[in-house]
C-alpha cells in the first residue's frame, strides 16, 4: 500500500506542474487554456475536415503547380517549333542560295567558253582576212562566194581593222564589186543591218 501512496502523491504532484506550467504560459499569453479546455470539452467535428482541408490545399497547390508546368511545357514546345521553322526556313535560304551560286558559276563558265569561243573565232576570222588580203581580187572573191554571208561580213570586218591600222585604203569596196550580185546584195544588206561594222 506504501508503493500506491508514493504513486498518488507523485501523480498530484505532475498535475500540480502541467498545471503551473498551462497558466504560466496562460499568463504570458502564449496559449489560451480556456479556448483549449473548451475545445477539449466539445465534440469538435471539425478537427478532421481541417486535415483534409490541407490535404486539398496541397492538392489545389499541385494542381496548380502542374498548370504551370503544363504552361511552360507548351511555350517550350512552341519555341522548339518555332526554332525548327527557323531551321527549316535557313535550310531552305540555304539551299536556294547553293542553287543561285551553282546557277551563276554555270552561267560564268558558259560566258568564259562564249569568250573562248569568240577569241578562236576572232583568231580564226583574222587569219582568213590576212590571206584573202594577201591575195589576188579575183582568187579572193571566188573564195568568198563560197563562204557563208555572216562569215563575208566578219572577214570584211577585220580587213578594214587592218587596213585602219596599217593605214591603207580598205580593198573591200572594190571584193564587193567581183563577188556574185545576189551574195553582194545580201552581205551590203548585213552591212546596213549592223553599221558599226563600217
Same mark, same amino acid.
Given at each position: 500500500? +506504501?508503493?500506491?501512496?508514493?504513486?498518488?502523491?507523485?501523480? =498530484?504532484?505532475?498535475?500540480?506542474?502541467?498545471? /503551473?506550467?498551462?497558466?504560466?504560459? !496562460?499568463?504570458?499569453r502564449?496559449?489560451?487554456v480556456?479556448?483549449?479546455?473548451?475545445?477539449?470539452?466539445?465534440?469538435?467535428?471539425?478537427?478532421?475536415?481541417?486535415? #483534409? !482541408?490541407?490535404?486539398?490545399?496541397?492538392? #489545389?497547390e499541385?494542381?496548380? &503547380?502542374?498548370?504551370?508546368?503544363?504552361?511552360?511545357?507548351?511555350?517550350?514546345?512552341?519555341?522548339?517549333?518555332?526554332i525548327?521553322a527557323?531551321?527549316?526556313d535557313?535550310?531552305t535560304?540555304?539551299?536556294?542560295?547553293?542553287? #543561285?551560286?551553282?546557277?551563276?558559276?554555270?552561267?560564268?563558265?558558259?560566258?568564259?567558253?562564249?569568250?573562248q #569561243?569568240?577569241?578562236?573565232?576572232d583568231? &580564226?576570222?583574222?587569219?582568213?582576212?590576212?590571206q584573202?588580203s +594577201?591575195m589576188?581580187?579575183?582568187?579572193?572573191a571566188? =573564195?568568198?562566194?563560197?563562204? !557563208?554571208?555572216?562569215?563575208?561580213? !566578219?572577214?570584211?570586218?577585220?580587213?578594214?581593222?587592218?587596213?585602219?591600222?596599217a593605214?591603207?585604203?580598205?580593198t573591200?569596196?572594190f571584193?564587193?564589186?567581183?563577188i556574185?550580185?545576189e551574195?553582194?546584195?545580201r552581205?551590203?544588206?548585213?552591212?546596213?543591218?549592223s553599221?558599226? /561594222?563600217?
Amino acid at each position: 500500500m +506504501g508503493q500506491w501512496i508514493k504513486v498518488a502523491i507523485l501523480l =498530484l504532484i505532475n498535475i500540480a506542474i502541467a498545471g /503551473s506550467t498551462l497558466y504560466f504560459l !496562460d499568463y504570458m499569453r502564449v496559449i489560451n487554456v480556456l479556448s483549449i479546455t473548451n475545445q477539449l470539452t466539445k465534440k469538435d467535428v471539425s478537427a478532421p475536415l481541417r486535415v #483534409e !482541408d490541407t490535404l486539398l490545399l496541397e492538392k #489545389e497547390e499541385l494542381n496548380k &503547380k502542374w498548370e504551370l508546368l503544363t504552361i511552360k511545357e507548351l511555350e517550350l514546345s512552341n519555341q522548339d517549333q518555332s526554332i525548327l521553322a527557323s531551321n527549316l526556313d535557313l535550310a531552305t535560304e540555304k539551299t536556294k542560295l547553293q542553287d #543561285e551560286r551553282e546557277a551563276f558559276l554555270n552561267e560564268q563558265i558558259l560566258v568564259d567558253l562564249e569568250k573562248q #569561243e569568240q577569241n578562236t573565232y576572232d583568231i &580564226k576570222i583574222t587569219d582568213v582576212a590576212t590571206q584573202i588580203s +594577201g591575195m589576188p581580187p579575183q582568187t579572193a572573191a571566188e =573564195l568568198l562566194n563560197l563562204q !557563208d554571208d555572216l562569215q563575208v561580213v !566578219d572577214v570584211f570586218k577585220k580587213m578594214d581593222q587592218i587596213a585602219v591600222a596599217a593605214g591603207q585604203a580598205s580593198t573591200v569596196p572594190f571584193l564587193l564589186t567581183l563577188i556574185e550580185r545576189e551574195k553582194a546584195a545580201r552581205i551590203q544588206t548585213l552591212m546596213l543591218v549592223s553599221p558599226d /561594222s563600217f
